[in-house]
């Protein structure tokens, strides 16, 4: 779930800073989480909040529509769903 953070701030244009303050959890720890340094947090209530947190932002992003459904589970955009759009 953790591997997941980094594409779906990037898709819902989200900040560090913004998770940082929503979560409690510091800036350059998320960061060490984004880039994969950390695989599993220890304090059960940090685990807890950042996971919540990537759950809401998983549903903020599947009612953003199929384009961001595409983006978000093969980081593809067909060309025929970009002309579409």
């Known amino acids: 779930m953790l591997t997941k953070l980094r594409q779906l701030r990037k898709l819902n244009d989200i900040t560090l800073d913004e998770i940082a303050m929503d979560t409690g959890i510091s800036v350059g720890y998320l960061n060490r989480i984004e880039r994969g340094f950390i695989s599993e947090i220890k304090n059960n209530v940090k685990r807890k909040k950042l996971e919540n947190y990537i759950k809401k932002l998983e ?26 759009v």
Request: charged share 20%.
């Open 59 to 84: 549903a903020k992003t599947k009612k953003g529509g199929i384009l961001a459904i595409y983006k978000l589970k093969s980081n593809y955009i067909p060309h025929w769903l970009i002309q579409s």
